[in-house]
């Protein structure tokens, strides 16, 4: 078994809860509490939630994680 890990971002709107969402829906597990930060760049709040799951595969660098 391989432990994965991805960390979702996106702004502060529905579209980031639905990406987590998505997430556990496909078998991903909160790993940790969610962030939240000001992008002085583009003026807006941000999120992030961190996500594992365990495959039956070996991890490689090329493999599509979201796919998984």
Do not use: I
């Amino acid at each position: 078994m391989t432990k994965l890990y991805r960390l979702l971002t996106e702004d502060d709107t529905a579209a980031f809860c639905h990406k987590v969402s998505d997430a556990l829906s496909k078998g991903w597990e909160l790993y940790g509490d969610p962030t939240y930060s000001y992008d002085h760049a583009n003026g807006v709040m941000r999120c992030g939630q961190a996500v594992t799951k365990e495959v039956d595969a070996p991890y490689a660098s090329d493999m599509k994680l979201g796919a998984q």
